[in-house]
C-alpha cells in the first residue's frame, strides 16, 4: 500500500529519523496558515509547497495545462497562496503518472532546507527493499541523490552500491558505518549518518515495510543528516498488525475499479490488452494470460475470483472487466476444486441475464467436478456464451472472437 510523503515522514519521525519538518493542507489559506506555523516552529524564511499524489517525479511534472511544477520554492506568504492555488484540485502529469496525471488534493507545506548560504550541502539516495534472490533485506544507496536512480544506474552503475542485511540479526553497526564511509562522510557528518541509516531500517522493520525510498537524503551545512522526501510502500498482508497505518489509505489514489473490485473480494490488476480474463487462482491467471497471447490476443486485465467463485462474484467481475471499454471478449477459466463447476456455470448464466446488456463474446472453459453438467448449462443457455473444454480450444474461441 503506497502512501503520502507527508505520512511517510511521520512515521520516519516516529522513529527518530530526521526529516525535512512540514505541514500538510488542503485549501490554499491552509497553506498560508501551515506556512506561518513552520516558521514560527523551525525558522525558516522561505517553504517548499509539495503536491501530494503517489507518483514520483512531481518537482519536474507540471500541472495539466499550465507551467506550474509539483514543488515549488515559495519565498513570500503570497508565494505560498499562488502555488497552493495552482496545485489544489489541478492534474498532475509527471513521468510516473502519464499523461492522465493524478489529481492534487493535498499539498505539504515545508522548511527550506536548501537555504541561502547553504553551499557546503550534499545529497545522497537511500532506499531499503527485500532481495527475493538472497532472501534477505538490503540497503541500497548512492552519492549521487536528487536525480534519477534508474538513469544512475544505467550510466554509472559504479555509484550503486549494497549493503545486505541478515534478518536474524539486523543492521549491525559496523554496517551502518561502512554505509557512511561509502558515502563519503567523515567527522560529524558521519555520525549523523550512522544514526540515520539505523533509525531508518528499524522503522522499515517494525512497520512491516515493503519498500523505503528516500531521495534525496541531504547533508546540511551544519552536517545534519536528514530525509528531504520519502516514498513509503507498507506491506498489505501485515496491515492488520498496524491499524494505525491502514487508516493511511487514500482511496482517491487508487484506480477506482480496482478499489470496486477490492470490495467484492477480487483480486484485480487493470492492463492495456482487449481480452478480459476471470480466473480463480493465481497461476491459473498467469496460464490464461500465456493463452490469450498465443491467442493473438492481449490481456485486459488480472482477475482472480478465489476459491468460492458464484453468481454474484462472477456478475461483479463481469461488470468490472466491462468497465473497460477496450475489452473485446471475455475468457473465464476456473478449475473446479473447492467450488463445482456447475456452479459456476450457473452463476455465468445468472450474471449474464441479470446485466442483460453484455455485447462481447463470452468464452468459458471450466475444469473439475462436475465439468460435464457444467458445458450442458452453458451450451443450453442460448445466450452468447461459448464453452471449452480444452485451453487449445479456449485459445481458438478467443482468437475467433477478435478475428
Known amino acids: 500500500m503506497n502512501i503520502h510523503e507527508y505520512q511517510a515522514k511521520s512515521i520516519l519521525?516516529?522513529?527518530?529519523?530526521?526529516?525535512?519538518?512540514?505541514?500538510?493542507?488542503?485549501?490554499?489559506?491552509?497553506?498560508?496558515?501551515?506556512?506561518?506555523?513552520?516558521?514560527?516552529?523551525?525558522?525558516?524564511?522561505?517553504?517548499?509547497?509539495?503536491?501530494?499524489?503517489?507518483?514520483?517525479?512531481?518537482?519536474?511534472?507540471?500541472?495539466?495545462?499550465?507551467?506550474?511544477?509539483?514543488?515549488?520554492?515559495?519565498?513570500?506568504?503570497?508565494?505560498?497562496?499562488?502555488?497552493?492555488?495552482?496545485?489544489?484540485?489541478?492534474?498532475?502529469?509527471?513521468?510516473?503518472?502519464?499523461?492522465?496525471?493524478?489529481?492534487?488534493n493535498k499539498v505539504l507545506v515545508a522548511q527550506d532546507v536548501y537555504y541561502p548560504g547553504a553551499s557546503a550541502t550534499k545529497e545522497f539516495y537511500m532506499s531499503i527493499l527485500l532481495d527475493r534472490q538472497t532472501s534477505q533485506n538490503v540497503i541500497v544507496y548512492s552519492t549521487e541523490g536528487g536525480m534519477d536512480i534508474e538513469e544512475v544506474a544505467h550510466s554509472t552503475p559504479h555509484l550503486i552500491h549494497k549493503e545486505q542485511i541478515n534478518p536474524s540479526v539486523g543492521l549491525q553497526g559496523f554496517q551502518a558505518r561502512k554505509i557512511a564511509f561509502g558515502l563519503g562522510l567523515s567527522g560529524q557528518a558521519h555520525k549523523e549518518m550512522v544514526k540515520f541509516v539505523t533509525s531508518l531500517y528499524t522503522a522499515y522493520v517494525k512497520i512491516d515495510a515493503a519498500m523505503f525510498e528516500i531521495n534525496p537524503v541531504l547533508k546540511t551545512s551544519d552536517d545534519k543528516i536528514i530525509a528531504v522526501d520519502a516514498k513509503v510502500n507498507l506491506d498489505e498482508n501485515a496491515l492488520y498488525r498496524h491499524a494505525n497505518l491502514a487508516a493511511f489509505r487514500d482511496i482517491a489514489e487508487e484506480d477506482p475499479t480496482e478499489v470496486e473490485a477490492a470490495e467484492h473480494n477480487l483480486n484485480y490488476v487493470k492492463l492495456d490488452g482487449n481480452v478480459g480474463c476471470m480466473v480463480n487462482g493465481a497461476g491459473l491467471a498467469m496460464a490464461t494470460m500465456d493463452i490469450i497471447k498465443?491467442?493473438?490476443?492481449?490481456?485486459?486485465?488480472?482477475?482472480?475470483?478465489?476459491?468460492?467463485?458464484?453468481?454474484?462474484?462472477?456478475?461483479?467481475?463481469?461488470?468490472?472487466?466491462?468497465k473497460d471499454p477496450n475489452v473485446k471478449a471475455i475468457l473465464i477459466n476456473i478449475f473446479g476444486g473447492i467450488v463445482r463447476c456447475d456452479r459456476v456455470a450457473q452463476g455465468v448464466v445468472d450474471a449474464y441475464t441479470n446485466m442483460g446488456n453484455i455485447t462481447v463474446p463470452i468464452i468459458v472453459r471450466l475444469q473439475g467436478t462436475n465439468a460435464v453438467e457444467a458445458k450442458k448449462l452453458i451450451d443450453d443457455s442460448g445466450l452468447k456464451v461459448f464453452s471449452a473444454i480444452t485451453l487449445e480450444e479456449a485459445a481458438n474461441l478467443v482468437k475467433s472472437s477478435l478475428s
Open 13 to 104: 519521525k516516529q522513529y527518530g529519523v530526521a526529516i525535512q519538518e512540514g505541514i500538510v493542507a488542503d485549501t490554499a489559506d491552509g497553506s498560508v496558515a501551515a506556512a506561518k506555523q513552520l516558521q514560527a516552529e523551525t525558522g525558516t524564511s522561505w517553504v517548499v509547497v509539495k503536491a501530494q499524489i503517489h507518483a514520483g517525479g512531481r518537482g519536474k511534472g507540471k500541472i495539466e495545462g499550465t507551467e506550474q511544477r509539483g514543488v515549488a520554492l515559495a519565498k513570500t506568504l503570497d508565494d505560498v497562496k499562488t502555488i497552493s492555488t495552482n496545485l489544489l484540485g489541478g492534474t498532475l502529469v509527471t513521468i510516473q503518472t502519464g499523461p492522465a496525471g493524478k489529481k492534487v
Open 294 to 322: 498465443l491467442s493473438g490476443g492481449d490481456p485486459a486485465n488480472f482477475l482472480d475470483v478465489g476459491g468460492t467463485a458464484n453468481a454474484t462474484t462472477v456478475e461483479a467481475g463481469f461488470r468490472i472487466i466491462l
